[in-house]
């Protein structure tokens, strides 16, 4: 994902770094957030699969009612159309990872035919509070990354612009025992990867738009070109 793509609702929490053996784009105010993303029909009886964008699929049972609209809408509701998921369920196989909906009124292949390019959104109010250690995705783009070099200098990395996930070959599953990694732009227009695990994290100040790590030396320098 380039920053600039649509807001998503996936939360993450600092993981453990993976064993050796063996995851929105704006501010948590942003109007719209992306749940899923429509695919194709995936049934004869209007059932149709999409990218799960998500980490609340349960949200479809407590609250069906969502809305569909072109990808990367900033519309007022009123442009966007109204919808309720009257079903879901997980696929799995090939298409684990991913979601199958079938929303009220669309009864057929040809209708779901319809909606694919579609995204299912949902105003940001409506994103439920996480635990204590967790993190909105869209709350941590835009923040200032300090890097602790040594207990006397702290320095300014750069602004997170986007946060990166581990997937599959085939990039249809999250590969959830990977660390997330931090995209950080640096002053001079580069990128660094940062993973973002419990060893390296000081603190997040959202509200502050700050996060503050101890990374290990030779992390930053060495992506640069």
Known sequence: MKPGDRPRDPHLSAPEPASSS???????????????????????????????????????????????????????????????VRDFWLPVGKNSGRIVLHLTGI????????????????????LPELEDDAEY??????CTLFDHASPEVTL???????????TTPDGSRRLEEAAPLLAVETPTGEEILVPFVKAFLIAVDTGGRRIDMNLPVGLAESQRS
Do not use: C, M, Y
């Open 137 to 142: 995705i869209s709350d941590l783009v835009g």
């Open 22 to 84: 063996n995851g929105d784009q704006t501010a948590r105010g942003t109007q719209w957030i992306v749940l899923a993303h429509l695919l194709r029909p995936q049934g004869r009886k209007g059932e149709i699969l999409a990218d799960l964008l998500t980490d609340f699929p349960e949200r479809f049972s407590s609250s069906p009612r969502v809305f569909l609209a072109p990808e990367h809408f900033t519309g007022p509701e009123s442009d966007a159309r109204p919808a309720e």
């Open 107 to 126: 009864d057929s292949i040809s209708q779901a035919e319809t909606l694919g390019g579609f995204d299912v959104i949902v105003p940001a109010s409506e």
């Open 156 to 166: 300014a990395l750069g602004t997170v612009t986007d946060v990166h996930f581990a």
